[in-house]
């Protein structure tokens, strides 16, 4: 769903953001062609503030952990052991996972948002005037998160269950961010003891894979790009399906977010119309996300709407009626 660069961005990019003592984290960036539609623009743009809440979850664990790695990776050096096992960071980890399951748990409440709004409904305790989550790019992620909680519609209980069932998936996401770093520092011992560096030079080799990891997620943006994306959708098929939003936004429209970096496959549906119960039933396994860095979306239509495009013909066409096109397989890549 996110790419590394931006064809077009409004509004603009806040500064790089300064959270406590952490150094100063790079804020992802997007792709969104130029000639996108608003609402799929939209939809990016907060899961851009959502990446970068994600970039500072990765710092301050990182931050938690750096001094116990360092020194793991500087006993090895010098014994000349090129395994590194892994320190005992449970109690960072467990923190660490908690506060993903919680941002996972704000990806999806964002989802069902980003619904709401396009059907003009009413987002909970908040107004429509109320501050807007893409505000909150320079905001700590705990209050971004909190805001999200109070703006959804979701209530406290629906809140708690969706962080229980965000919680594998973090305690998941976490693991991997422990094994990649470990393993980056486990080529360095193994790199440096070849090329005879001496441990003043091995030690500031370590202290710079951690700190590129505490000021971005740019080697981890894959899992983190994927599993926002993932929550973010889940929350948005999860009101699209809501009685109350199903009896206005009746069809859905695939948007595949054209450019030169979209998959053939995932092109081959863009401009695709049809009912929302055709996407529940006979093209559920289109639904995005399709694969890894998937940016495409199903956006909900007006039944006047969806008739309005279709009569318009060009690019949409009614895929209930005609069927999914040859080239839109494989339907994932997961």
Not at 172 to 194: F, P, W, Y
Not at 242 to 271: C, I, K
Not at 294 to 318: I, M
Not at 321 to 331: I, K, L, N, S
Request: glycine residues 6%.
């Amino acid at each position: 769903m996110i790419g590394v660069t931006t064809a077009t961005r409004t509004p603009a990019v806040p500064a790089p953001v300064c959270f406590g003592a952490l150094p100063r984290v790079e804020p992802p960036e997007i792709r969104i062609p130029s000639r996108e539609r608003r609402e799929a623009r939209d939809i990016q743009l907060d899961i851009e503030k959502l990446l970068a809440a994600a970039v500072i979850e990765q710092a301050l664990f990182f931050r938690a952990v750096r001094e116990e790695l360092l020194s793991f990776a500087a006993e090895a050096f010098r014994r000349g052991q090129r395994d590194l096992p892994a320190p005992h960071q449970e109690a960072a980890l467990r923190a660490h996972a908690e506060r993903i399951a919680r941002l996972f748990a704000a990806a999806r409440a964002l989802g069902a948002v980003q619904v709401r709004r396009a059907a003009d409904l009413p987002l909970g305790r908040q107004s429509h005037a109320s501050m807007q989550f893409a505000e909150l790019g320079a905001v700590a992620p705990g209050r971004a998160v909190e805001y999200l909680r109070r703006l959804s519609p979701m209530t406290r209980a629906q809140w708690e269950a969706a962080i229980e069932s965000a919680r594998q998936r973090a305690f998941t996401v976490a693991g991997v961010e422990q094994q990649t770093v470990l393993r980056e520092l486990r080529d360095l011992v193994a790199r440096s003891l070849e090329e005879g560096l001496t441990p003043a030079q091995f030690d500031r080799a370590a202290g710079e894979v951690l700190r590129n990891y505490q000021v971005s997620a740019h080697r981890l943006r894959t899992i983190w790009n994927t599993n926002i994306g993932n929550a973010l959708a889940r929350g948005r098929e999860e009101e699209l399906r809501s009685p109350e939003v199903a009896a206005v936004l009746t069809h859905r429209l695939y948007d595949a977010m054209l450019d030169q970096f979209t998959r053939p496959n995932h092109a081959a549906l863009e401009g695709a119309i049809a009912t929302s119960a055709w996407w529940d039933s006979a093209g559920s396994e289109f639904k995005p996300l399709r694969g890894y860095n998937c940016r495409c979306a199903l956006l909900g239509l007006t039944r006047a709407r969806a008739q309005r495009l279709l009569e318009a013909g060009g690019k949409y066409f009614d895929i209930g009626a005609q069927g999914v096109p040859d080239d839109a397989f494989p339907a994932r890549e997961f």
